[in-house]
Each structure stands twice: as C-alpha cells, then as structure tokens.
Antibody, heavy 121, light 108 residues
Framework: EVQLLESGGGLVQPGGSLRLSCAAS????????MSWVRQAPGKGLEWISG????????YYADSVKGRFTISRDNSRDTLYLHMDSLRVDDTAAYYC??????????????WGRGILVTVSS | SYVLSQPPSVSVAPGKTARISCGGN??????VHWYQQKSGQAPVLVMY???DRPSGIPARFSGSNSGNTATLSIIRVEAGDEADYFC???????????FGGGTKLTVL
C-alpha cells in the first residue's frame, strides 16, 4: 500500500523558513517523479513543485520560484520542501504527491494526508 | 497559463446523475484528470486520461472530453459522493500540472 506521510509543518513568522519532509513507503520511491501541491484554506489545489526520480531536475510554479527548494533522498525514501522568505499567502495545507506520466500527462496517483503551514505574526 | 473553469457548485438528488464540467480552450486535445476531495481529507484520483478509472473507484464514475469541455459523470449518486471535485491537465506552455477551481457536489 502506498503511503506518504508529511511532517515539519507549523506556525512560522513572515520572512521565516520551514522544511517539510515526506516519508514514502509501499512503492519504489527512486523510480517516480514526486511533487508538492498546496491548498490555501477554503481554496483550490495549486501544484507548486516537482522533482525527477533521480533528483537531477526540479520544477517550480512562479508563485514559489526562488523561495522554495525541492529535494529528495532516495536512500531514505524521503521528499523535502525547503521554504524560505515565507509570506502570509503561503499559508496552506501542503500535500506530498506521487506523480504519474510526468512528461506527457502529469497527474497525481497518490496523495499524502497533508500538513498545515501557517505564516502569521 | 492554461485556465480551467468549473462551476462552483452542483446539486443532485440521491439516485440521479451528476455531471461536473471542466471548461478550457480546446481541452479536448488534452488529457483530463479528476480528483475527489471529501471534507477534511486529502484528494483522491477518481479519473485519469479522460475516462480511465483507478482501481477501487466505482463504475458509477465515468469521464468524457471533447471540444472545450470535459465532464465527470456520476450515475446513481449516493450521499457518500458529496465532495469537492477538481479537474486537472498539463499546461502546454510550462509543462506543469494546472487545476480547475473545483466544484462542490451536494447530494440533496
């Protein structure tokens, strides 16, 4: 059974930093593109970042480019999201996502349960 | 970037058919994916590549895509189908996933 378990969320002040982790199990982690998708309270879904299976290429939405960094440790089956210069509008539930068919028709096969990040003074 | 338009809400009586639309310019040339998100839970993939159902998704769910509109249909709607539904495609310009704004399905 595929499991994705996020951790590292919480309350942070504007301008601060936070690192999210996602522990994966139930599939061959090193073989799949992974992403982070977020959802502001009461709002829709927003893809924000993805990383290739080998970690050699990463992708970002304009809303987080230059502030967030995605990475992975395939020896630990773990995905990360390092978030810098956090803003109030980064407040959201952050979901770890296992991707399918990234190069042609990317979609989320499996979602984590999500972790809440609140940016507030 | 590519824009997907969904109606904010759809209401349907139990046992009837719900149709949730997802509009986009020539969306029929893209592959559309659909997610169900029940209150307080993470999303779940319920349809991919327009009309393929993941294992575990009931056959009551089906999808279609043509012209400027993709549609997720649910026949014999049950109370447990009440949820937010999001469509998603690949943005050709960026290569990244883009989501519709979501439709809240209410079972009367």
């Amino acid at each position: 059974e595929v499991q994705l378990l996020e951790s590292g969320g919480g309350l942070v002040q504007p301008g601060g930093s936070l690192r999210l982790s996602c522990a994966a199990s139930g599939f061959t982690f090193r073989s799949y593109v992974m992403s982070w998708v977020r959802q502001a309270p009461g709002k829709g879904l927003e893809w924000i970042s993805g990383i290739r299976a080998g970690g050699d290429e990463s992708y970002y939405a304009d809303s987080v480019k230059g502030r967030f960094t995605i990475s992975r440790d395939n020896s630990r089956d773990t995905l990360y999201l390092h978030m810098d210069s956090l803003r109030v509008d980064d407040t959201a539930a952050y979901y770890c996502a296992k991707m399918g068919d990234w190069d042609y028709n990317p979609h989320v096969n499996y979602w984590g349960r999500g972790i809440l990040v609140t940016v507030s003074s | 970037s590519y824009v997907l338009s969904q109606p904010p809400s759809v209401s349907v009586a139990p046992g009837k058919t719900a149709r949730i639309s997802c509009g986009g310019n020539n969306i029929g040339t893209k592959r559309v994916h659909w997610y169900q998100q029940k209150s307080g839970q993470a999303p779940v993939l319920v349809m991919y590549f327009d009309s393929d159902r993941p294992s575990g998704i009931p056959a009551r769910f089906s999808g279609s895509n043509s012209g400027n509109t993709a549609t997720l249909s649910i026949i014999r709607v049950e109370a447990g189908d009440e949820a937010d539904y999001f469509c998603q495609v690949r943005d050709s310009d960026s290569g990244h996933p883009v989501f519709g704004g979501g439709t809240k399905l209410t079972v009367l």
